[in-house]
């Protein structure tokens, strides 16, 4: 079973940069695609970037050209590259492995870490 822990949230002045972190035990890193979501207090949890097994990245419109999502499969880590952070990309920011093994098909979420903005 994969487990997730993330890091690197806190809090910032719009237009600064972030990276977040999350790294993965339990579990076969490099056929796993991964993805952030974030969410604020009454919304859903939206994707924020996905990126599979392959490398091959998308991300939800709002932060094209300022967010990067990478991986490096030695570390079983998956970044979030934030810049130009704007008030609007404050949220709770959720790591996310979906994987398939022997006994079927599995999601799997970090615990979050909180994302601020100030303007």
């Known amino acids: 079973q994969v487990q997730l822990v993330e890091s690197g949230g806190g809090l910032v002045q719009a237009g600064e940069s972030l990276r977040l972190s999350c790294t993965a035990s339990?579990?076969?890193?490099?056929?796993?695609?991964l993805a952030w979501y974030r969410q604020t207090p009454g919304n859903q949890r939206d994707l924020v970037a996905h990126?599979?097994?392959?490398?091959?990245?998308n991300y939800t419109d709002s932060v094209k050209g300022r967010f990067t999502i990478s991986r490096d499969n030695v570390k079983n880590t998956v970044y979030l590259q934030m810049n130009s952070l704007k008030p609007e990309d404050t949220a709770v920011y959720y790591c996310?492995?979906?994987?398939?093994?022997?006994?079927?098909?599995?999601?799997?979420w970090g615990q979050g870490t909180q994302v601020t903005v100030s303007s």
């Open positions: 990126i599979t097994s392959g490398g091959i990245t």
């Open positions: 996310n492995a979906k994987y398939l093994d022997a006994s079927g098909f599995h999601s799997i």
């Open positions: 339990g579990g076969v890193f490099t056929s796993t695609a």
